[in-house]
Nanobody, 123 residues
Framework: VQLQASGGGLVQAGGFLRLSCVAS????????MGWYRQAPGKQHEFVAG??????????KYAESVKGRFTFSRDNAKNTVYLQMASLKPEDTAVYYC???????????????WGQGTQVTVSS
């Protein structure tokens, strides 16, 4: 199983970017998928993501991005997106895609991380 993230770049404050993350490989089911970020000198921070359960999908956001970022998912493509608007310099970080995926026979649930994509917001 691999996670491939894309869409990062350099943008001015107030601008927008759209990140994508595709999960590929021998996937039985995706229990959760989302985005984390790590700014220079700071710890990993949860940004947004979805967890799937019996009651359906549950999308959560970090308080710092609520109202500005929108998380979405295309189950048919095993892809998640992060639409980022009203970007601020403090959003500058490497953004990582992460997922909890059951794969193999029998399916075993594991955590996976993508390679990260740089988002830089200039003031």
């Amino acid at each position: 199983v691999q996670l491939q993230a894309s869409g990062g770049g350099l943008v001015q404050a107030g601008g927008f970017l759209r990140l994508s993350c595709v999960a590929s490989g021998s996937i039985f089911s995706i229990k959760g998928m989302g985005w984390y970020r790590q700014a220079p000198g700071k710890q990993h921070e949860f940004v947004a993501g979805v967890s799937s359960g019996d009651s359906g999908d549950n999308i959560k956001y970090a308080e710092s991005v609520k109202g500005r970022f929108t998380f979405s998912r295309d189950n048919a493509k095993n892809t998640v997106y992060l639409q980022m608007a009203s970007l601020k310099p403090e959003d500058t970080a490497v953004y990582y895609c992460a997922a909890v995926i059951a794969s193999g026979i029998p399916p075993i649930r594991q955590n996976y991380w993508g390679q990260g994509t740089q988002v830089t917001v200039s003031s």
